[in-house]
Each structure stands twice: as C-alpha cells, then as structure tokens.
C-alpha cells in the first residue's frame, strides 16, 4: 500500500516563506521522484516542481528563483521551500509520487495542502 502524506501549508503575506513536506512510504517498491502540484481554484491543476531520487530537480518557470524543491532519500521525504511568495501561488498544492515496481511506474497524490498568500 501506498501512502502519501503532505503538510505544512498555511496562511502567509505576500513576501513570506511557507516550506511544505511530503512523506511517501511504498512498502518495498522504489519512490522514483517526488513532484509538487497546485491546483487554484477554477483553473486546472499545474506541475511546480519535481526531484527524483539522484537528487536531480526540475522547477516551472512560475516559480524557478523562489521555490526550491529538495528531497531526502532515507526518509523518502521531499520539500518545498516556497519564498517570495505572492498571491497567485494561492492554491492547494499536491504532492505526487512516482513508485516503481518491476518495469512499471505508477503515480501517486496525496490529499492535498492549503496555500494562501494574503496580499
């Protein structure tokens, strides 16, 4: 069974910092990357940023320069450290999981975290 849990979302003004965590635990399979997504509402859910598990990260040109993704492989932890924030970051931020076993690939969500950027 596979289980992802997210927190640290939160109220902050425009300017401050919020950093989220995600834990994924996949019994024996292998967390292949760990991505961050938002979702404002009435828009469509967009990828933020990713790290796979040689610690390689990929950022979206919304937030390359503010956020900064990072992971910790024994805890199969990721996190986003958010700075500069501002109000259009408002959205529930997901976090995903790439869980590999054998040949296949399948992608995990957790439930989801509450960000608001009060201006």
């Known amino acids: 069974q596979v289980q992802i849990v997210e927190s640290g979302g939160g109220l902050v003004q425009a300017g401050g910092s919020l950093r989220l965590s995600c834990t994924a635990s996949?019994?024996?399979?292998?967390?292949?990357?760990i991505g961050w997504y938002r979702q404002a509402t009435g828009k469509q859910r967009e990828w933020v940023a990713s790290?796979?598990?040689?610690?390689?990260?990929y950022y979206s040109d919304s937030v390359k320069g503010r956020f900064i993704v990072s992971g910790d492989t024994s805890k199969n932890t990721a996190y986003l450290q958010m700075n500069s924030l501002r109000p259009d970051d408002t959205a529930v931020y997901y976090c995903s999981a790439g869980v590999t076993e054998g040949i296949l690939t399948r992608t995990y969500w957790g439930q989801g975290t509450q960000v608001t950027i009060s201006s």
């Open positions: 790290v796979d598990r040689v610690g390689d990260t």
């Open positions: 996949a019994d024996t399979r292998t967390i292949t990357y």
